[in-house]
């Protein structure tokens, strides 16, 4: 079995490279934006969903190729929501990935059109031809469909808004719960649905790669909220008691750091068990399982 630390740098490399390879220029006119856009992509970053599409593609025999393009869309989604996050109307961070916000270098405007830019890049990413390719169009329909339910409203834009909403407020456990499955969760699951859908996955199989992204997503939020309290500024690459901060609800805040951990082992076994009937060829995504669970950052 290979390493995990060598497979994610490797999967990353093939990541930033399809990356580099599609997003715009950055001498492309207007400049300033497709700068704001690459500044933001490249300043780091675990690249964590597109690996997850990649890992799933592979645990039902689908090759790393094909699922590229998605992988990059992903991570173009995922861009967006951080840079607009850190804006001073919703989180208002300074540093982000260790370096400071798209706000603080290119300014508030040209950060929310450069968040816009990604997400809709996305979509033209996930319509073009190295995707149609790989896949019929009712299946690419699918993807595209189950990615726009997870990035919006009933996804990741309805878990922010609920978190923006419950800032300074007593917020009970299945608010908390609706927070962090759709802010966070719904973008790591659709990742790993993603990766099933393209390689031609069955639908028992996206079945369980659907409740192994459920489970490792909430897992994920947790470590997350966890990190916030136990970790330093340097570590994170962001300001550390961010939620303090922003007196937010967390899963430590209401159940104690004890219980929020022994939920995350829960989590994560859960989603190692899911993965039983793929065997070996899912080795990449139980160890990711594991490695969300034990990050430091
Ligand atoms: C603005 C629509 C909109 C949504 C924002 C994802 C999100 C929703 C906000 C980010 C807030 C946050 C820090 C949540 C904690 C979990 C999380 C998504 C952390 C960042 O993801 P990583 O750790 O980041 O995968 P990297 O930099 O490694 O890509």
């Given at each position: 079995?290979?390493?995990?630390?060598?497979?994610?740098?490797?999967?990353?490399?093939?990541?930033?490279?399809?990356?580099?390879?599609?997003?715009?220029?950055?001498?492309?006119?207007?400049?300033?934006?497709?700068?704001?856009?690459?500044?933001?992509?490249?300043?780091?970053?675990?690249?964590?969903?597109?690996?997850?599409?990649?890992?799933?593609?592979?645990?039902?025999?689908?090759?790393?190729?094909?699922?590229?393009?998605?992988?990059?869309?992903?991570?173009?989604?995922?861009?967006?929501?951080?840079?607009?996050?850190?804006?001073?109307?919703?989180?208002?961070?300074?540093?982000?990935?260790?370096?400071?916000?798209?706000?603080k270098v290119y300014g508030?405007?040209?950060?929310?059109?450069?968040?816009d830019a990604l997400l809709?890049?996305?979509?033209?990413?996930?319509?073009?031809?190295?995707?149609?390719?790989?896949?019929?169009?009712?299946?690419?329909?699918?993807?595209?469909?189950?990615?726009?339910?997870?990035?919006?409203?009933?996804?990741?834009?309805?878990?922010?808004?609920?978190?923006?909403?419950?800032?300074?407020?007593?917020?009970?456990?299945?608010?908390?719960?609706?927070?962090?499955?759709?802010?966070?969760?719904?973008?790591?699951?659709?990742?790993?649905?993603?990766?099933?859908?393209?390689?031609?996955?069955?639908?028992?199989?996206?079945?369980?790669?659907?409740?192994?992204?459920?489970?490792?997503?909430?897992?994920?939020?947790?470590?997350?909220?966890?990190?916030?309290?136990?970790?330093?500024?340097?570590?994170?690459?962001?300001?550390?008691?961010?939620?303090?901060?922003?007196?937010?609800?967390?899963?430590?805040?209401?159940?104690?750091?004890?219980?929020?951990?022994?939920?995350?082992?829960?989590?994560t076994a859960e989603a190692?068990?899911?993965?039983?009937?793929?065997?070996?060829?899912?080795?990449?995504?139980?160890?990711?399982?594991?490695?969300?669970?034990?990050?430091?950052?």
């Amino acid at each position: 079995m290979p390493e995990l630390e060598d497979y994610l740098a490797e999967r990353r490399k093939l990541v930033n490279q399809t990356l580099d390879r599609l997003l715009p220029p950055a001498d492309m006119y207007p400049r300033l934006l497709h700068e704001a856009i690459r500044y933001s992509v490249f300043a780091g970053g675990k690249r964590l969903r597109p690996i997850l599409a990649i890992a799933a593609a592979e645990a039902v025999g689908g090759e790393v190729e094909g699922i590229l393009p998605v992988a990059a869309a992903l991570e173009c989604i995922h861009t967006y929501s951080l840079i607009h996050d850190d804006l001073p109307s919703m989180d208002d961070d300074d540093f982000r990935r260790g370096k400071p916000t798209c706000h603080k270098v290119y300014g508030e405007a040209l950060a929310i059109l450069a968040g816009d830019a990604l997400l809709t890049l996305a979509f033209e990413l996930l319509s073009q031809g190295a995707i149609t390719q790989h896949m019929d169009a009712q299946r690419l329909s699918v993807l595209i469909q189950e990615i726009a339910r997870a990035a919006g409203s009933s996804g990741m834009v309805g878990g922010q808004s609920v978190d923006i909403l419950s800032e300074g407020k007593e917020i009970d456990q299945e608010t908390l719960l609706y927070l962090h499955t759709h802010k966070t969760g719904a973008l790591i699951q659709v990742s790993v649905i993603a990766g099933g859908l393209v390689a031609g996955a069955s639908e028992e199989q996206i079945g369980a790669l659907s409740r192994y992204g459920e489970r490792i997503g909430l897992a994920f939020q947790i470590v997350d909220d966890l990190l916030d309290v136990t970790s330093t500024t340097e570590e994170l690459g962001k300001p550390a008691k961010s939620d303090l901060k922003h007196a937010k609800a967390t899963f430590p805040a209401l159940m104690g750091k004890e219980t929020s951990m022994k939920e995350v082992e829960r989590l994560t076994a859960e989603a190692k068990e899911v993965l039983r009937p793929f065997e070996g060829r899912a080795w990449a995504l139980h160890a990711i399982a594991g490695y969300l669970t034990s990050r430091r950052f």
